[in-house]
């Protein structure tokens, strides 16, 4: 079984740029986090997607940040314009819905971000 | 709010010790608990779930204990080796909002 794939694995980006994050989840998972990884921290959710409507996006700062997760599969988050404080790595997860017995979060290698 | 919070922050252990980290969570009303280990650079691999209505997982030389009344969990690993050093996560996912709630992780170094 194919696990949560994200591209790209590595972005370094000058302060006010934008940039766009791609996540692909495990085949038949409906639910898709993306979180936000801060150095020495624990990943923190920016937003959470069941198929393609958005179950929780209040941390999100969506002056800056967007996401979609068209046709209830792939996602794209995207910063725009970035700054500093942004510079962390970016995970995507995917799990089955609740309800399903084991609803395991399974995590991709995360885009490590870079504001210069 | 849920909150979680992992004890101690950081650990260092000679090879062969048996070991055990500390995870409490503010808000028992959970669905279950997720322990994951993270390698420096890399995503997060999961290393045992609990459901809410279990007590204990076992996985190899991994154990996971779950007491929900109290807001704990405990992640036992035994004869640790130096391969076993990594962050350890544990995130809580509540009844409410399907969200995974993450402590801050417990750097565990295993010395040769």
């Known amino acids: 079984e194919a696990g949560v794939a994200q591209s790209p694995r590595y972005k370094i980006i000058e302060k006010r740029q934008s940039v766009a994050f791609w996540c692909n989840p495990i085949?038949?998972?409906?639910?898709l986090y993306w979180y936000q990884q801060i150095l020495g921290q624990g990943p923190k959710l920016l937003i959470q997607?069941?198929?393609?409507?958005?179950?929780?996006d209040s941390q999100l700062p969506k002056d800056r940040f967007s996401a979609e997760r068209l046709k209830g599969v792939d996602s794209t988050l995207k910063i725009q314009p970035a700054k500093l404080e942004d510079s962390a790595v970016y995970l995507c997860?995917?799990?089955?819905?609740?309800?399903?017995?084991?609803?395991?979060?399974?995590f991709g290698q995360g885009t490590r971000l870079t504001v210069v | 709010k849920q909150e979680v919070t992992q004890i101690p922050a950081a650990l260092s252990v000679p090879e062969g010790e048996n070991l055990v980290l500390n995870c409490s969570f503010t808000?028992?009303?959970?669905?279950?608990l997720q322990w994951f280990r993270q390698d420096p650079g890399k995503g997060l691999t999961s290393l045992l779930l609990?459901?809410?209505?279990?007590r204990e997982q076992t996985s190899g030389r991994l154990n996971a204990s779950l007491d929900k009344s109290s807001g704990r969990s405990t992640l036992y690993i035994a004869a640790s080796q130096p391969g076993d050093s990594a962050t350890y996560l544990c995130?809580?996912?509540?009844?409410?909002?399907?969200?995974?709630?993450f402590g801050p992780g417990t750097r565990l170094s295993v010395l040769p």
């Open positions: 997860a995917s799990s089955l819905v609740m309800g399903v017995r084991r609803t395991e979060a399974f």
């Open positions: 085949s038949g998972h409906a639910t």
């Open positions: 997607f069941q198929n393609n409507g958005v179950v929780d």
């Open positions: 808000d028992s009303a959970i669905y279950n």
């Open positions: 609990i459901q809410s209505s279990q």
């Open positions: 995130a809580v996912r509540d009844n409410y909002g399907q969200n995974f709630v």
